[in-house]
Antibody, heavy 118, light 111 residues
Framework: QVQLVESGGGVVQPGRSLRLSCAASGFSFSSYAMHWVRQAPGKGLEWVTVISYDGSNKYYADSVKGRFTISRDNPKNTLYLQMNSLRAEDTAIYYC???????????WGQGTLVTVSS | QPVLTQSSSASASLGSSVKLTCTLSSGHSTYIIAWHQQQPGKAPRYLMKLEGSGSYNQGSGVPDRFSGSSSGADRYLSISNLQSEDEADYYCETWDSNTHVFGSGTKVTVL
């Protein structure tokens, strides 16, 4: 069955960096686009970024453009999110999600919590 | 970029039915959407893809109590025979030019 397991969350000071990972299994990872979606405490879902199946195309929400970078390692079945210049408003649960190319999200991970605080 | 509008809350009695609405912004009335469920303290779960024609495809393991329909710019999620585990937040999602957007979510309370 499809499994997406995020890791790398934690408490980080404003202005610092953090890298999240998402280990995928149960499907052909290299055939699917992958997303990061976040949810601030008590708030709704916010789409963050997507990467195409082969890593050649990447798109970002305006709120993270220039600060976050999505990448993937297909042989390792792993998705990454490099987050730089973190701000308090980046505090959220970050979900890794699978998305068939140019379509909706169809599987979600369990999420990893990122807290940006001094 | 499309905008999705959802009412903030809905409630219905155990065993009854409820119908949630997700409205696409002007100029985007033909867009396909997806519905996702988020139970309290859990990750979201994909429920279905819903087209403007009203045709829908459920995700794996989604009970038949969940169905979709469409009318113009409105996309609906209907839940019949409401169960206690259906108490959750429900989000619609759509996409355009490689960016995705979520509605603000509807909180369903089972009375």
């Amino acid at each position: 069955q499809v499994q997406l397991v995020e890791s790398g969350g934690g408490v980080v000071q404003p202005g610092r960096s953090l890298r999240l990972s998402c280990a995928a299994s149960g499907f052909s990872f290299s055939s699917y686009a992958m997303h990061w979606v976040r949810q601030a405490p008590g708030k709704g879902l916010e789409w963050v970024t997507v990467i195409s199946y082969d890593g050649s195309n990447k798109y970002y929400a305006d709120s993270v453009k220039g600060r976050f970078t999505i990448s993937r390692d297909n042989p390792k079945n792993t998705l990454y999110l490099q987050m730089n210049s973190l701000r308090a408003e980046d505090t959220a649960i970050y979900y890794c999600a699978r998305g068939p190319q140019n379509l909706h999200i169809d599987y979600w991970g369990q999420g990893t919590l990122v807290t940006v605080s001094s | 970029q499309p905008v999705l509008t959802q009412s903030s809350s809905a409630s219905a009695s155990l065993g009854s039915s409820v119908k949630l609405t997700c409205t696409l912004s002007s100029g985007h009335s033909t867009y396909i959407i997806a519905w996702h469920q988020q139970q309290p303290g859990k990750a979201p779960r994909y429920l279905m893809k819903l087209e403007g024609s009203g045709s829908y495809n459920q995700g794996s393991g989604v009970p038949d109590r969940f169905s979709g329909s469409s009318s113009g710019a409105d996309r609906y999620l209907s839940i019949s025979n409401l169960q206690s585990e259906d108490e959750a937040d429900y989000y619609c999602e759509t996409w355009d030019s490689n960016t995705h957007v979520f509605g603000s979510g509807t909180k369903v309370t089972v009375l």
